[in-house]
């Protein structure tokens, strides 16, 4: 098994793994590491930490290639860094409160929802009255682009879970980052490095969802 890691610093060496240091004079960061050692066909990269914003970037140049109807650009991606997170935390316990919950022990418990993974980010549908373009479509082009933005992720080497949860649902939460009622909160992104072999999903049989159409 081909196991590659970047780190800053190396804490301990293993003979075992292809280490590899990050080197900001010869501007070798985070990004440019996965990249590098995407090269090497590893079979397992693990990235000590997510530290600036080319991740997400390059996972978003990816998201906005998604099919989208007359360019309205319905989405939007917003990065929670890891300094952000506890306010992001706190956030999200108004959002709770917002939406009738009242019990202490359960704002307490989505404050630590953004510490479960190094990088969040936030998927936004900004919807938009077209008389070409219903609301469902758009809807469905930042499905599309927060697909493309995953398999951006777990081609540079990463980890990433789309969530979302009641909280996506408060206008207090939505006012936040600056959307309307009708705009959505369409996912939260935890990004970072699995902790574990994530098991193959079982196969499915297509024939159960495929279907040639036959006039009658």
């Not at 600056?178 to 902790?195: F, H, V």
Request: glycine residues 4%.
């Amino acid at each position: 098994v081909n196991v590659c890691t970047i780190e800053d610093p190396i804490e301990m060496v293993e003979p075992a793994f292809n280490q590899m240091q990050v080197q900001k004079s010869i501007d070798l960061d985070f990004a440019e590491g996965v990249r590098a050692l995407m090269r090497q066909d590893p079979d397992i990269i693990m990235v000590g930490e997510i530290r600036d914003l080319q991740t997400a970037d390059m996972a978003v140049q990816a998201a906005l290639t998604a099919p989208d109807h007359h360019r309205l650009k319905p989405t939007r991606f917003v990065v929670v860094t890891p300094e952000q997170r506890a306010a992001f935390g706190e956030h999200l316990a108004k959002a709770l409160a917002d939406l009738g919950e009242t019990e202490p022990a359960q704002w307490e418990r989505v404050k630590h929802h953004p510490f479960r993974a190094p990088l969040l980010v936030l998927a936004l549908t900004t919807i938009q009255d077209h008389p070409k373009v219903p609301h469902f479509e758009q809807i469905l082009s930042t499905g599309a682009a927060v697909q493309n933005f995953l398999l951006s992720l777990q081609a540079q080497g990463f980890a990433s879970m789309w969530r979302s949860g009641a909280v996506v649902e408060s206008n207090w939460l939505k006012q936040q980052f600056g959307l309307k009622e009708q705009d959505l909160i369409s996912g939260i992104i935890y990004i970072g490095t699995a902790a574990k072999t994530i098991a193959p999903r079982a196969e499915i049989e297509s024939q159960d969802f495929l279907k040639v159409w036959q006039q009658v």
